[in-house]
């Protein structure tokens, strides 16, 4: 039953919801509109403005990449690897695989935040290979909800807990992305990799 509504949702958003880059460029355009409505300039000032802005933020860039870089080579420590490829064993029906995964991504979470979004794609991978039943983007899903648990409980210990969920949002995008990916294509083909 779960597999069948989550199978109808992911339709539903692949159907109707537009590519992420689309998004990104008509609110540009609005954000552009909206300058020119307020604070009647020229269009050329604006342009420069967004140019010079985009700049600002390669040093939040660099610190995401390293994070992930880092979250990847501790993943691929020989002994981390064959861990997981063993914890995965214990996944045998969809529903522990599926609480398994959230459970583990939750835990790797709380270490790092590069190593947590490693660690769930790695055990998705190999809880999907081991498990034929398993509904591979609810999967993905599992390996990647618990994000705004663990960063309610850093707000919540932080003395502004106001802080923008930039991290939050960015993984929703990019777990949206794997779903609409492997969503696409059919069952037989999501493990056809080699590794």
Same mark, same amino acid.
């Given at each position: ?63 995401? !990449?390293?994070?992930? &870089? ?7 420590? @020989?002994? #981390?690897?064959?861990? /997981?490829?063993?914890? =995965? ?29 490693? !660690?769930?794609?790695? &055990? ?7 498990? @034929?039943? #398993?509904?591979?983007? /609810?999967?993905?899903? =599992? ?42 294509? @059919? ?9």
């Amino acid at each position: 039953m779960l597999a069948s509504i989550a199978d109808r949702l992911s339709r539903l958003v692949q159907r109707y919801l537009p590519d992420a880059f689309v998004i990104a460029v008509l609110l540009t355009l609005l954000v552009f509109g909206i300058g020119i409505f307020l604070k009647p300039a020229e269009p050329l000032s604006l342009v420069k403005s967004f140019g010079d802005g985009f700049w600002v933020y390669l040093t939040f860039t660099m610190q995401m !990449v390293l994070l992930l &870089l880092t979250g990847m080579v501790l993943a691929s420590v @020989p002994f #981390v690897k064959k861990g /997981l490829q063993q914890l =995965a064993e214990w996944a045998d029906t969809p529903t522990k695989a599926y609480v398994y995964t959230f459970c583990l991504s939750g835990a790797a979470y709380y270490i790092n935040w590069g190593l947590a979004v490693v !660690v769930g794609a790695i &055990l998705v991978r190999e809880i999907g290979r081991r498990n @034929p039943n #398993v509904h591979f983007p /609810l999967l993905v899903a =599992a390996a990647y909800s618990p994000l705004p648990f663990i960063q309610q409980d850093y707000q919540a210990r932080s003395d502004s807990p106001s802080q923008p969920t930039i991290i939050s949002l960015s993984i929703s995008w990019a777990s949206s992305q794997l779903l609409k990916r492997f969503s696409a294509l @059919p069952p037989s083909s999501y493990f056809s990799f080699s590794s």
